[in-house]
């Protein structure tokens, strides 16, 4: 009876006994690892120079209500210089009517286009009368990165300000498709946990160097799988001082429109069927022509300088290799007969924006 007695009335004693009814001391934990301390430092000298860039897609009329609705879409920056330029992706801007930044101080500004290239996925923003001084990011290099070491990310994942993220460079030398039928070449890839709202954000380097411009994932969820992309610095570099410099990037071309590559695999083609040429281009100069009135396939383009190519990514990239103004021998079909082709390669960037 005694043992029954005391085994039922355990749990109430021991709540009286051992029940704490103050504050529980805190327990010290010494310094912080010298690790922990470079992170932290790394995010305070870099993430004021980070901004949550914010575009107003075009109006367009609702099918379902008798208004008119626009969609906002949220991406990163990066502040390039005191004088307010900020680099983003295209993809973050591209088809906005109005575009603003909130800076890490969380002063809101608008935003205008100075220039954008696509065919890297880079677009630079000037921003309209800060009220505060403005820090650009500390610029590093990418030619001498190597596998393994530290990567960090500050960006707005999910609209979640300031938010950074730790990894590594998983890989170097990839090349990342464009919405334009363009590669961009020597792109990052890292772990560091990269999301929708990241794109457009700094990737870093131990040093809070930046290394490269966050720009996509692959993921089946659409959240972060631990494969993310960024371009490298070297190119947003160059890029980004063209665009300041003359509101666009010269784009080697020779002047065509290919038909979409789904369709051409589907035709059985293997090679870039010419749709049409633009006027007074290398390509019309030289004779070549796209799909007739009827729809027949007039020329289709399958190697440049005796390589084959497959696909307007595979010429961009030989065009972009030879550079503007060099002569390239194309090899042209037209009905099951190939015949050589020179054309001078030009800058179409014009033609673009026209």
């Known amino acids: 009876m005694l043992l029954m007695s005391a085994w039922v009335a355990q749990p109430y004693l021991s709540a009286l006994?051992?029940?704490?009814?103050?504050?529980?001391?805190?327990?010290?934990?010494?310094?912080?690892?010298?690790s922990e301390l470079s992170t932290i430092e790394l995010f305070k000298g870099a993430s004021p120079s980070v901004v949550h860039v914010f575009a107003q897609a075009s109006q367009q009329l609702s099918p379902f209500f008798d208004q008119r609705e626009s969609a906002v879409q949220s991406g990163s920056g990066v502040i390039w210089d005191a004088a307010g330029h900020v680099i983003t992706n295209n993809h973050v801007i591209s088809g906005a009517s109005r575009i603003g930044a909130r800076l890490a101080s969380g002063e809101f500004l608008t935003a205008r286009v100075?220039?954008?290239?696509?065919?890297y996925d880079i677009a630079v923003l000037q921003l309209e009368r800060p009220r505060s001084a403005l820090r650009p990011i500390a610029i590093g290099r990418s030619a001498d990165l190597k596998v393994g070491q530290a990567a960090f990310a500050i960006g707005n994942p999910y609209g979640l300000e300031q938010t950074l993220t730790t990894g590594i460079i998983s890989a170097l030398r990839r090349r990342l498709p464009t919405?334009?039928?363009?590669?961009?070449?020597?792109v990052i890839q890292t772990d560091a946990a990269i999301n929708p709202g990241n794109s457009g954000g700094p990737l870093l380097d131990s040093a809070g160097r930046l290394i490269g411009l966050n720009s996509a994932i692959i993921s089946g969820s659409g959240a972060s799988a631990g494969i993310g992309f960024a371009i490298p610095v070297d190119v947003v570099n160059r890029i980004a001082t063209a665009l300041i410099r003359d509101g666009h990037v010269p784009v080697p071309?020779?002047?065509?429109?290919?038909?979409?590559e789904?369709?051409?695999a589907r035709l059985g083609i293997d090679g870039i069927v010419i749709l049409?040429?633009?006027?007074?281009?290398?390509?019309?100069?030289?004779?070549?022509?796209?799909?007739t009135a009827s729809g027949v396939v007039e020329d289709v383009i399958t190697a440049v300088n005796g390589e084959a190519i497959h696909s307007m990514s595979d010429l961009a990239t030989k065009l972009?290799?030879?550079?503007?103004?060099?002569?390239?021998?194309?090899?042209?079909?037209?009905?099951?007969?190939?015949?050589?082709?020179?054309v001078t390669i030009g800058d179409i960037s014009q033609a673009r924006r026209e």
């Open 17 to 34: 006994w051992f029940s704490v009814s103050g504050p529980r001391t805190v327990t010290a934990r010494g310094d912080l690892s010298q």
């Open 114 to 119: 100075v220039g954008t290239a696509p065919n």
């Open 179 to 186: 919405a334009t039928a363009h590669e961009v070449r020597g």
């Open 253 to 260: 071309g020779i002047g065509i429109v290919a038909a979409n």
């Open 262 to 264: 789904n369709e051409t």
């Open 276 to 291: 049409r040429t633009l006027p007074q281009s290398a390509a019309e100069k030289a004779g070549i022509e796209g799909v």
């Open 320 to 342: 972009e290799d030879a550079g503007i103004g060099a002569e390239v021998k194309l090899t042209v079909v037209r009905d099951g007969q190939p015949r050589s082709v020179d």
